[in-house]
């Protein structure tokens, strides 16, 4: 062996070589620092989000392939990439050079908003195309299975990936038979292209071709170095870590001998998250290279042997390649392992997943492991003693040390057997989420028959999620052996498994009784496969199965997506070069696609600059005993750290914040999370290693409050209660024909912008000026808190924002006060100062959407009319006020929705919890407050026997109307959305056919719901809605624009350059906007509330006519001038050439008092209509189709606005089905990542998404007469809950169950599965409550 080797490996087509390498050292920071290449983007660290995606490609000298896949830079060591040549976002195109096609479609067709997801998507998308020039849809969708994106909403990523396609016109979705094409038969909408109307936002005709000889090449000399293959064992090391590449068997053998404790890492895609998250260090680590053995391919007599180096997409080509050769009786288990590769995380972690790896990590919900184990699988080992071979069973799952590799043993290779004539393999899982997620339980079941004669000679389960490893259910296999396949012996088998694999109610992961359930509706389905098989086999022996019930056996998964857009022209009468109406690609678009695009943590390292991180809280209600300091101040590089005695009396009470938070805690803490020190260190590592080492005792305070639940009964709320009455309620009471009462829980949700918490500060050395960079909604707070803390007035404080990766919300209160504490480290040592939170933390400290509990009690007429509602709202608002009343009043304000209810008498309360306080999040208390609402109306229909939408029709808006605080609405176009979205939804005739297709599938069910939207927007008073702006026309006719709005994907820029283009007459090309800084516009409100483009767009308006109007003597003396002659002829006159521009804001107020006002400016009407289908037995669910109508009013862009509804859209459908917050019952959050907390990915779209924009109507005084979308959108995605609520109910009513159906949200799997109640539901054993702990609690 030979030490202290040389890293070489290509950047971008770019030798790279590294002599001192840190083996701890991963790709993402070591491109984004070492080599500044900040394309390449951080959003999770741990392989869950696609942000970090690079392409990787490597030639192997033997096949004289290259091989190039997708790689999570997160989790790849660079000590890993000897040989690879990586290709970054930066590598395939750039402004300055040629952008890529890839770059240009997404940005083109609208696929970025906030961009920060973008590179990450466009690397995916490159590495397919590398491979496959024309790839078809379903590659498309496996590509981008393992990104996300918070903002867009996926269709138009989809949409521009699929220009590439071979068939881009079709949806490719030919389920039914039925294609998109034949518009008619699958009841598609049949919007039709005119004058006024238009169907596209971009036009294909001018995008660059694809041309794949224009790509970087292999580098020739990574190839020779390859094939010479003369190196030795590469050795690299740091103090605290050894990295050894062994090159051949035999030196990865000795190198085994000599350090056998050390792993051996392959994909690093389990131990690199151990290490990272679970702090688990190993001083040594083996990483053999490319050795021959480990990557064979042998095809026996038996089975297949697969090498264990090879990945587990490689093993799936492999698969699939032997499942197309070999006859279906022989790959029964590769069919079985083919559908579970399918699944298994995203298309990066799959590609860097070794199958020795998968098998030796042993995860309890590993996907491949049941399979392996229940298919008589063996596993090849090797060590210096010589070959062994064990076979992968329940005692090596379980590490029996007699089953076990040694540790001085390597895995070669893996024996699959060939399956046999009356053997049957299958698989099954169920997750959070269809893809790229850990299943909640997974099963491999394997069956053989003696010949033809149905009696189980063996029987092989096992189950993955239920148990700390996987489990074999093998005395209930043995048990059933003899027995026929009958229902006799299901049934026998059910009781048997329950029994066998039981899971305590307190089990880590909870979810016990829907685990229970999984376990044996597995077993059913399993069950019915098999017979179905039989029966085809032999139709004389085995009975059919009635058809009903083979709805059981087909998967939900959504593969093919379609999608039509419409939207009103521009005005005929505007000017040709006016771009208002247009759909503008958003102005960073590009620049999102390339990498070019700066955040906050992609501004260069600053001289002598520093690395702020935070020790919170790990107690929910404590006294802080003690906190000692001294260890960690004594590691090296550690500068200071930071604690509550630092920043006195220094709390959050700031503008229209009245919280006394102390910016870190010294004395008690409220909640796990809360800030507690900072430590601030030379680097990063330093910075975290010392946190880790601050040592605080705690003493525990009762009583812990935590739910809602809790603070009502101990009275912990915040002051003051809110009601809102109108009408007579006690009165109409006495009238109505009935009366019920009922409530609804809705979990919170996590902003999970792509973008975690960053900030730069910079102090400038004079006059204690200070510059903070950061990527905040609320530059203003940050210089108010700021200034505070230094005790320095606001004109010392700059605050700026270039761009923010997503905020919705979360940006506004907490990065005040994180941004606070590094200034105040800034200013204390005279250093820059950056602090960038990791995903897990910022989860954690941040809080998020609130929790609600609705309780309600509606009286109606038999007819559904509702005469009387009283309503009751708490929000968890946690341990601090911050703007938990707010959201409380706007929910009261806005929870009528679209309806008129004559008598309504609502109260509210923010409920004072041990938990991180929640803040704003998107929709601000209406997506809760219009839930509670829906489900009483539901609920409502329920009970008078009506559909629900027609008991939504009958209580809606009639025309002009009074709201219940008697402001004025004219509910015309909220009933055209209605009206036009029943139409264009085909809702009558799609209600018969999801009634035809419940009558006839037992186990699967369509719900189809339709919700109205009544969005108020406004500001609540008249100062919160100013804004102001600046305009500057330089001599050479160019102009650059500020203002007072965040540019955070929502197009805000873009649509301010189009409003200077159209006031001022002038190209979008001469007009430039630099950012939002405190030092240009001073005292902006926060951005938000949907109102930014509208609000800082008339002050952008009014700066552009006060010039107008000074330069409108030059212009009329040379009107055929160009800027740049009348710009120089102001200067030669002495006119000034710069303007502010102000709006004051809409008038607005409310009284809480009388509860009358007018509050809003406007309202925002919609209406969606959504389809799923539900697997009643694994709570599975797809979304079939959504139809949105809105009415946006005169829009400035529709490609903007058409991004911001469904954008919020899927927000929306993931805050109602399958984002779930988990917390302990001591209040720790659990769900910290991507990898716990699921957000939409690509699967979970509508398959079909049609959105249209009403024509516009009327004239406003809003900005030229537009509406803010922002926010509205999130409330559409109820209708998907809704949707499944239908379906459930379906469900329900066949099995005879009686209601209420009261369904609590968000509807996850574990939800839909257990109210669809049947026998396997009352088969399973149920804990007392109270006789156990659970795992989590729902707070
Ligand atoms: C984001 C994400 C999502 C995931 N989703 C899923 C999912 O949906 N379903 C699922 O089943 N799994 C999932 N996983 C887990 C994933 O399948 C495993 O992490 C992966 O298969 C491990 O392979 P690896 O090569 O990266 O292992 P490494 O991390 O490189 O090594 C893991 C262990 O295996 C040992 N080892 C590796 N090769 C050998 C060998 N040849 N001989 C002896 N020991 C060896 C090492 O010593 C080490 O202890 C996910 C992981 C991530 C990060
Ligand atoms: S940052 Fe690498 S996957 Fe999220
Ligand atoms: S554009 Fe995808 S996360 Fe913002």
Redesign the pocket.
């Known amino acids: 062996m030979e030490g202290g080797a040389e890293l070489l490996f290509y950047v971008n087509g770019r030798k790279v070589i590294e002599k001192n390498v840190d083996p701890e050292t991963m790709l993402l920071p070591y491109l984004r620092k070492k080599l500044r290449l900040t394309g390449t983007k951080y959003g999770c660290g741990?392989?869950?989000c696609g942000a970090c995606t690079v392409m990787i490609s490597r030639y192997n000298p033997i096949t004289k392939k290259i091989r190039h896949y997708p790689a999570?830079a997160c989790?790849t060591p660079i000590c890993s990439l000897y040989g690879a040549a990586i290709t970054t976002v930066e590598g395939i195109g750039s402004t300055k050079t040629r952008i890529h096609p890839v770059q240009e479609r997404i940005a083109k067709c609208h696929g970025t908003q906030c961009g920060f997801c973008t590179p990450g998507m466009v690397m995916s998308m490159y590495t397919l195309l590398r491979n496959h020039s024309e790839p078809t849809l379903s590659q498309l969708n496996d590509a981008l299975g393992?990104n996300l994106c918070r903002c867009t909403g996926y269709r138009p990523i989809i949409d521009a990936c699929k220009t590439f396609c071979k068939t881009s016109g079709c949806c490719q979705s030919k389920e039914n038979g039925v294609c998109c094409l034949d518009q008619g038969i699958n009841g598609l909408p049949e919007f039709e292209e005119g004058n006024e109307t238009s169907l596209k936002l971009f036009s294909e005709e001018e995008f660059l071709p694809l041309d794949p000889t224009q790509e970087l090449i292999f580098p020739p000399e990574l190839m020779t170095m390859a094939e010479k293959k003369t190196q030795k064992t590469r050795i690299f090391g740091s103090d605290r870590m050894t990295w050894i590449s062994p090159v051949t068997l035999k030196e990865l053998l000795e190198a085994k001998v000599k350090y056998p404790q050390?792993?051996?890492?392959?994909?690093?895609?389990?131990?690199?998250?151990?290490m990272k998250f679970k702090g688990i260090f190993h001083p040594v680590i083996?990483?053999?290279d490319r050795i021959e053995e480990?990557s064979v391919v042998n095809y026996t007599d038996n089975g297949l042997t697969i090498g264990?180096?090879l990945?587990?997409a490689e093993m799936k080509d492999i698969l699939a390649n032997v499942t197309r050769k070999l006859p279906e009786e022989k790959t029964q288990m590769y069919h079985a392992l083919l559908k579970?590769l399918g699944?298994?995380?995203?298309p990066q972690?799959r590609n860097?997943?070794?199958?020795?790896?998968?098998?030796?990590?042993r995860?309890p919900?590993?996907?491949?492991?049941p399979l392996l184990a229940v298919g008589n699988c063996t596993l090849n080992l090797l060590s210096k003693e010589g070959k062994r071979q064990i076979p992968l069973n329940e005692q090596f799952l379980r590490k029996c040390p007699s089953a076990d590799?040694k540790p001085e043993?390597?895995?070669?290779s893996v024996n699959i057997p060939y399956s046999k004539k009356w053997e049957f393999v299958s698989a099954f899982r169920q997750?959070q989420r269809q893809q790229?997620?850990?299943?909640i339980v997974?099963s491999g079941m394997r069956v053989c028959f003696g010949k033809g004669d149905g009696i189980i000679r063996e029987l092989s389960i096992a189950y993955?999620g239920v148990g700390p490893t996987t489990i074999l259910a093998k005395n209930s296999c043995q048990k059933l052996i003899g027995r026929p396949w009958n229902e006799e012996m299901l049934d026998a088998a059910c009781r048997l498994i329950l029994d066998e694999v039981s899971l305590p109610g307190s089990a880590p992961g909870g979810k016990v009784e829907f685990k229970r359930t999984l376990i044996i509706s597995f077993l059913f389905k399993f069950y019915l496969e098999v017979s179905q098989i039989l029966k085809e086999m032999d139709p004389v022996h085995y009975p059919s199965l009635a058809s009903k019930y083979e709805s059981a056996l087909e998967d939900l998964r959504s593969r093919h997506y379609w999608s039509t857009l419409k939207y009103q022209n521009a005005d005929l009468k505007q000017l040709p070069q006016d771009p208002i109406g247009h759909p503008i690609m958003h102005l960073s678009g590009i620049k999102h696609a390339t990498g070019e695009a700066i955040y906050c943590d992609d501004m260069p390292v600053v001289d002598r600059e520093l690395f702020l991180t935070f020790v919170t809280s790990s107690r929910a209600r404590a006294k802080i005993v003690s906190i000692d300091l001294s260890e960690a101040l004594s590691l090296p590089g550690v500068v200071d750290i930071l604690t509550g005695e630092h920043l006195p009396g220094i709390t959050t009470n700031f503008g229209f914040l009245t919280d006394t938070e102390q910016l870190l805690s010294t004395d008690e803490v409220s909640c796990v999370g809360q800030l507690i020190c900072a430590v601030i260190a030379d680097s990063e590592v330093q910075a975290k290693r010392a946190a880790q080492r601050v040592k605080i005792v705690y003493r525990d305070l009762e009583p812990l409050i935590l739910t809602i639940e809790e603070a009502i009964q101990n009275k912990s709320f915040f002051e003051p209660e809110r009601k809102l009455e109108c009408g007579n309620v006690d009165e109409a009471f006495k009238m109505v024909d009935q009366i019920l009462e009922g409530e609804i829980h809705m979990g919170g949700q996590e902003h999970f912008y792509m973008e975690t918490q960053s900030m730069l500060v910079v102090p400038k050395g004079e006059d204690q000026e200070i510059d903070v960079y950061v990527s905040t909604q609320f530059p203003k707070y940050i210089q108010d808190i700021t200034a505070a803390v230094l005790k320095v007035s606001a004109n010392k404080v700059m605050c700026h924002v270039k761009r923010v990766g997503g905020a919705f919300g979360g940006k506004v209160t907490k990065t005040g006060v994180l941004a606070a504490i590094t200034a105040f480290a800034a200013n204390k040592h005279g250093r820059p100062v950056r602090c960038i939170l990791e995903r897990g933390e910022d989860i954690l400290i941040t809080g998020g959407r609130h929790p609600y509990l609705g309780k309600y009690k509606v009286g109606f007429m038999n007819d559904g009319r509702i005469l009387a509602l009283n309503m009751e709202h708490y929000n968890n608002a946690g341990a601090f006020l911050d703007e938990s009343l707010f959201v409380i009043e706007m929910g009261l304000l806005k929870l009528e929705n679209a309806y008129k209810f004559p008598n309504l008498r609502c109260r509210g309360w923010a409920c004072r919890t041990n938990l991180p306080s929640n803040t704003a999040l998107r929709g601000f208390g209406f997506p809760q407050a219009g839930l509670i609402t829906e489900a009483c109306i539901t609920e409502v229909a329920a009970k008078c026997g009506l559909p629900p939408e027609k008991v939504r029709t009958v209580n809606m808006y009639k025309e002009i109307d009074q709201t219940p605080y008697k402001q004025e609405i004219n509910a015309k176009n909220l009933i055209q959305c209605w009206k036009e979205c029943m139409a264009t939804s085909s809702y009558t005739l799609r209600k018969a056919a999801v009634e035809k297709f419940n009558s006839e599938n037992y186990w699967k069910k369509k719900g189809l719901a339709m919700v109205p939207l009544k969005f108020p927007v406004g500001v609540g008073s008249v100062a919160a809605g100013q804004a102001a702006a600046l305009v500057h026309i330089y001599l050479d006719g160019s102009v650059l624009v500020t203002h007072g709005g965040i540019e955070m994907g929502q197009g805000v820029h873009t649509k301010m350059i189009q409003v200077v283009s159209r006031e001022l007459r002038m190209p979008l090309s001469s007009i430039h906007l630099r950012g939002t800084s405190t030092e240009t516009i001073p005292n902006t409100n926060p951005s938000g509330g949907s109102v930014v483009a509208d609000l800082n767009g008339l002050a952008v308006k009014d700066a552009c006519q006060t010039l107008l109007k000074r330069l409108e003597p030059i212009i009329s003396k040379n009107p055929r001038g160009t800027w740049k002659d009348w710009a120089q002829a102001a200067f030669n006159e002495s006119i000034s050439l710069s303007a502010t521009g102000y709006f004051r804001g809409y008038e607005s107020n409310i009284n809480w008092e009388t509860g009358e006002g007018h509050p809003f400016e406007y309202f925002v009407y919609g209406a969606a209509c959504s389809e799923v289908e539900i697997d009643c037995l694994t709570g599975a669910h797809k979304n079939i189709r959504t139809d949105i109508v809105m009415d946006v009013g005169y829009s400035i862009n529709p490609a903007l606005d058409i991004g911001q509804i469904e954008g919020a859209f899927i927000q929306g459908m993931g805050l109602y089905t399958i984002e779930e917050l988990n917390y302990s019952p001591q209040g720790v959050l659990y769900t910290r990542g991507?990898?716990q907390y699921k957000i939409p990915a690509i699967c979970d779209i509508p398959m079909e998404l049609h959105i249209s924009l009403l024509p516009p109507s009327e004239n406003s005084n809003t900005l030229y007469s537009s509406k803010g979308l922002g926010e509205s959108g999130i409330f559409l995605g109820c209708s998907v809950f809704f949707a499944i609520h239908d379906a459930i109910s379906a469900a329900r009513q066949e099995r005879g169950l009686p209601g209420p159906l009261r369904l609590n949200s968000p509807l996850t799997p574990e939800k839909i599965r257990m109210a669809c109640e049947d026998k396997f539901t009352k088969m399973i054993p149920r804990d007392e409550p109270g006789s156990y702990v659970p795992w989590s609690i729902p707070i």
């Open positions: 741990g392989g869950g999570n989790l393992g050390a792993p051996v890492v392959m994909g690093n895609t389990s131990v690199g998250p151990d083996i990483s053999p480990l264990a180096a990945s587990l579970h699944t298994l995380a995203g972690i860097m997943a070794s199958l020795g790896g998968h098998i030796v990590s995860h919900d590993s996907d491949l492991n590799l043993e390597i895995l070669i997750a790229n997620a850990l299943a997974n993955g991507p990898n």
